[in-house]
Structure formats: C-alpha cells, structure tokens
C-alpha cells in the first residue's frame, strides 16, 4: 500500500490550484467527490458499501488521516486502489495535497475517486480540495441541530448523507427537521437518508452519483 506524508500549501494559492486540479480531473474523465464527516460519521462505511454496489465503476479512494492506515486497508479488501493520506497533523486537505495525492494513484484511469477528508465538521470545509463535488455525512447519533451549529459544511457541500438510518429507534433525531435546517442554509443541497450498515436509501444515492459522474464525463473539456 502507498502512504504518504503530506505537509499543508501555501493557503493564498489554494484556490487556484483547486481550479487547476478540477480541469485536470476533468482532463482524465474523473470525477472527485470531497467527502467530509465528523470522525466516525461513517465515511469509510459508506465508500465501502458505494463501491461494493457499483461493481463497473472504476472506483480509487484517497485517505487522509493524521496516523494509521486502517482505512486504507478497509478499502483495499474490496478490491479498489486507496492510497493513504497523513496531513502531518493537519484537521483538513487542501487543493495541493490533494493534487499530491492524485499523482500516487496507479493510473488515471477511475470514473470516480473519493477523498475522505480529516474526519473534523469545521476545517475541511474551509479548504477548497479541487474536488468536482462535494458530500457531507451527518450520522443520526450525532442530533439533528448540527446544521445549526457547524452550518459552513452544510453551504459547500453538493449533497448530506444522513446515514446511521438504522440507528433512528434510540435517538431523538427528527430526519424531517434535519431536511429542514439543512435546506435553510443550502436550497440546492440533495439529502439522502441511508443505512450503510442495512443498505436502505444506498440506491437513490449511487444513482445520483452516477449521474453526476455521467455529466462530468460529458462536460466541457477543461473547464469548470
Ligand atoms: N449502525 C450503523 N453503524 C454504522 C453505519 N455506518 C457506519 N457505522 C459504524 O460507525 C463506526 C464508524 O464508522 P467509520 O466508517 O469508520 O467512520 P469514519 O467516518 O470513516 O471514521 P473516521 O475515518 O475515523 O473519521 C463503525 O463502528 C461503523 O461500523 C450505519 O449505517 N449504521
Ligand atoms: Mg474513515
């Protein structure tokens, strides 16, 4: 397995090096979708079930953590290229160490590639990565006030995933409210609310990423 150090760019250049990486992501017909969480959301759950119910996508996963390679190793027992991400301490990725760890990918060749950002609700939002989309979790244990409470993470991203859904009979989570906070912040924001553990909701989520991957595919040649 591939791991590598990554220590953080110089933020003023940040988002023009995102927009480089979006043309060049678009250059190699990939499209890159930002996924952020608090720890223990359910990323790496949920990029498990993602690629197991999307056999013919060619699917590569970047990890970023600030130690381990548990996750990585998730990844790689399905049988998709990961390769793991150390920040050097840092709670978020930016464009350049994302760009460094696209390089570390074996090919170019993926419809889809995911970035699980630094498990944090607050920095990754802050940081243009280059990504073409961007996914936020919200796991039920975690309540439904959290669009309240980090609402920067609920503005950038291009759709929440509830998940944890199997978990609603022990906690006092209001799914309709949570649609409700989250839509206040972000009209255009598409929820959907999964089980990564049962597979509920899994269909209408891989369905919009397909489309979305089809329409990146489709685009304009490098551009935006
Ligand atoms: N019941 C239930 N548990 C889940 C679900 N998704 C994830 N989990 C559990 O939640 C815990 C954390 O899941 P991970 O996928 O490791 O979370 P993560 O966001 O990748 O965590 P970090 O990378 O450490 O930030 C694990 O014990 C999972 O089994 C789900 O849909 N339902
Ligand atoms: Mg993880």
Same mark, same amino acid.
């Given at each position: 397995?591939?791991?590598?150090?990554? #220590?953080?760019?110089?933020?003023?250049?940040?988002?023009?090096?995102?927009?480089?990486?979006?043309?060049?992501?678009?250059?190699?017909?990939?499209?890159?979708?930002? =996924?952020?969480?608090?720890?223990?959301?359910?990323?790496?759950?949920?990029? %498990?079930?993602?690629?197991? /119910?999307?056999?013919?996508?060619?699917? @590569?996963?970047?990890?970023?953590?600030?130690?381990?390679?548990?996750?990585? /190793?998730?990844?790689?027992?399905?049988?998709?290229?990961?390769?793991?991400? #150390?920040?050097?301490?840092?709670? #978020?990725?930016?464009?350049?160490?994302?760009? /460094?760890?696209?390089?570390?990918?074996? %090919?170019?060749?993926?419809?889809? @590639?995911?970035?699980?950002?630094?498990?944090?609700?607050?920095?990754?939002?802050?940081?243009?990565?280059?990504?073409?989309? %961007?996914?936020?979790?919200?796991?039920?244990?975690?309540?439904?006030?959290?669009?309240?409470?980090?609402?920067?993470?609920?503005?950038? %991203?291009? @759709? =929440?995933?509830?998940?944890?859904?199997? @978990?609603?009979?022990?906690?006092?989570?209001?799914?309709?409210?949570?649609?409700?906070?989250?839509?206040?912040?972000?009209?255009?924001?598409?929820?959907?609310?999964?089980?990564?553990?049962?597979?509920?909701?899994?269909?209408?989520?891989?369905?919009?990423?397909?489309?979305?991957?089809?329409?990146?595919?489709?685009?304009?040649?490098?551009?935006?």
């Amino acid at each position: 397995m591939k791991v590598i150090e990554l #220590h953080a760019s110089v933020t003023a250049e940040n988002d023009r090096e995102a927009d480089a990486l979006r043309a060049e992501m678009r250059r190699q017909g990939t499209l890159l979708v930002n =996924l952020m969480s608090s720890p223990g959301a359910g990323k790496t759950t949920l990029l %498990s079930r993602i690629i197991r /119910e999307l056999p013919d996508t060619r699917i @590569a996963v970047l990890e970023a953590d600030i130690e381990s390679t548990v996750d990585a /190793e998730r990844i790689e027992a399905l049988g998709a290229e990961a390769v793991q991400v #150390h920040t050097d301490g840092m709670c #978020h990725m930016d464009a350049g160490m994302t760009w /460094e760890s696209v390089k570390a990918l074996e %090919s170019g060749a993926y419809d889809l @590639a995911f970035l699980e950002n630094v498990g944090n609700l607050i920095c990754p939002a802050e940081y243009d990565t280059g990504a073409g989309l %961007s996914m936020m979790i919200l796991s039920v244990p975690e309540g439904d006030d959290k669009p309240l409470k980090y609402p920067l993470m609920f503005q950038k %991203s291009d @759709a =929440l995933v509830v998940t944890k859904l199997d @978990a609603l009979p022990w906690f006092d989570f209001d799914l309709e409210k949570c649609k409700e906070r989250a839509k206040k912040l972000n009209p255009g924001l598409s929820v959907f609310p999964v089980s990564a553990k049962t597979g509920e909701g899994m269909k209408a989520l891989t369905d919009w990423l397909l489309e979305r991957m089809n329409e990146w595919k489709t685009g304009p040649q490098g551009t935006v």
